[in-house]
């Protein structure tokens, strides 16, 4: 879906970037001026300057009717700006199976159509070689590679800090990101919803781009990106005012988990369950008291399918995401035909919704009993509800599923990655315990509200498992001006696929860089690290908006486990998946000793 309105996009853009054909002198552009002006600006700025002087002169203005290209010498000082055609990747049409075997893993972004699928299908089914990952296409192409789609909409992959970096600060103040593919469709075509959630926000983009493209519409005019900036500032406040009241609560859910794990031990101190399914009720739980205000009690409910609204909506949720993740990775055979993984990603979507949906209604009822001063204006539900903006309860509800489907499944990632490191690196976790012991066993709600300031060690430990494993593995941007990498000219309009996963495990980037090693952060030089090698929240107007429930949930629960048990961890090494959200490749244990 997206790439077809890239691909649809892309005929504009070519007219708009109109230039007289290329001759063989020019595939290699002098530049004076920097690298990701447009062409007229190179042109202009390469007049000489005697004569820019006097451009009001009528007989100058004649002489120079239209900007030209001076010859010039090339110097080593001058920057080579390379043609678009030739940044290296493995070009689709020409080697088609090897684009095959990176679909596991690009699965949203290249949403090739049915073209590729058609093509694809024949080597998908007769070939069992295994799937590559990114890390590999960079080692064999260098920082920026191009993927070639033979349908238009080209993709470039790039893991450089300073290239993410210089693609995040040209975004604008609406930048655009390729989402799920599976959601939006679902949304828009099943659903016939007219905006996205949060995250998945871009069909106002969209639009726009493409009339931007159209030249109907300038870069900050009207409907820029309008929704998706309301929605935001309509949740901004709300959800933070939504943590900071129930910080109690999740103090006590997390309580609760620690309980939860003496009764699920075995004699082996481990659970006999995966660690990661019961950091997801968790989760759960404290998602359920930020969003909805409500004491969901996952943790309590053994029986997943029991009848209440709480129970289907987790397990909804979880097969939800099951489903995005399948229709997510691999062939998109889902956009051809219902595929088993698209019926159950609708069915449980649509569970989710109705769930959801019923949560909003009940709230906006009680408040038409009750006088706008009495309603409980902590709730993030009913703060969304009284807004100026009047939204509506169904925009309300596409808001909340896409805070519930990412925070639930982001936090449980990192609480599962951060109590693996923990446990497997004795050294990290004496030094934690020290600095937790300091911390009271009651704690205020003053300390929940600082705990980032009274805990250092564990703030980097939280930041070294983010490093280690970002729960979202790659972050994607379309361009909306063109822009040099490593010299190459990328035109506006191109998806830009930032493995910020491969970034921050880099040695180039951190040394020692696949070890756990918090200290790294406290240290005086922890500055000398490059801003945007680990940036497991995004950066800019589009950045994560729960990273301070994320650090708090983490916070919180690693000092109420932490003062309770030793960790250890005896097993194999675990990997983490990367699919749309990462988590552990196999069943998490670790062993929970209880301290003396
Ligand atoms: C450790 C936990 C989390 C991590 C690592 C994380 C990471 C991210 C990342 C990388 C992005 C995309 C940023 C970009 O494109 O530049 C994002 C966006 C977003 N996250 Fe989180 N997230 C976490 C938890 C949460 C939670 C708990 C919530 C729920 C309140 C949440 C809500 C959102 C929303 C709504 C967006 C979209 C923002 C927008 O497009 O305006 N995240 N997150």
Known sequence: MFLNQVRNIQPYMRLALASPPKRWYEKTVLQTSKPQENDLNIQQKARPTSLRMDDKDPVIREIYSAARVMPMMLTNKEPIVLPFDDVPGPRVLKYISSFRQYLS??????????????????????????????????????????????????????????HIQKVYTMEGDCPVRSTLDSLEKYRSEHRNVIHGGLYTARRNMMLHLHLLYNRLLEIDG????????????????????????????????????????YNLRTYQDDLATDLYKELHKWAFDCMGLVLFSKKFTMLDTELVYSQCDMSWLYHSLDKATDAIVKCESGLHLWKLFPTPAWTSLVKYCDSLD????????????????????????????????????????????TIIMDMLLIGVNTITSSMSFLLYYLAKYQRAQKLLYKEINNVTTNLSVNDMAKIAEITPYLQACIKETLRLVPPIPVLTRILPRNITLDRYNIPRGTLIIMSTQDASIK?????????????????????EY???????????????????????MLSLMTIRILQRYKLEYLYGDVQSTRSFISKPNKPLKVRFIDRV
Request: some cysteine; aromatic content about 8%.
């Open 105 to 162: 893993e690009m699965g949203t972004q290249l949403t090739v159509g049915a073209l590729t699928v058609a093509l694809n299908i024949g080597t998908y089914l007769n070939t069992k070689k295994p799937l590559k990952n990114l890390s590999t296409l960079f080692d064999e192409y260098g920082p920026v590679v191009r993927f070639v789609s033979p349908v238009g909409g080209d993709i470039v992959l790039i893991n450089h800090p300073e």
């Open 507 to 527: 040695e180039g980037n951190y040394e020692d860089a696949s070890v756990f090693y918090p200290e790294r952060w406290l240290k005086d030089d922890a500055m």
């Open 354 to 397: 109705n769930l959801i949906g019923k949560h909003v209604l009940e709230a906006e009822q009680s408040m038409s009993f009750t006088s706008k001063e009495v309603s409980d204006k902590n709730s993030l539900i009913n703060a969304m509800l009284m807004s100026e903006e009047k939204m509506s309860p169904e925009d309300i509800s």
């Open 222 to 261: 009207f409907g820029h990106g309008e929704e998706w900036n309301r929605q935001r500032a309509v949740v901004l406040g709300p959800l933070h005012s939504s943590v900071t009241h129930h910080l109690m609560g999740i103090n006590d859910v997390c309580e609760h988990f620690t309980q939860k794990i």
């Open 530 to 552: 490059h801003p945007f090698a680990s940036i497991p929240f995004g950066f800019g107007a589009r950045k994560c908006l729960g990273q301070n429930i994320a650090e708090t």
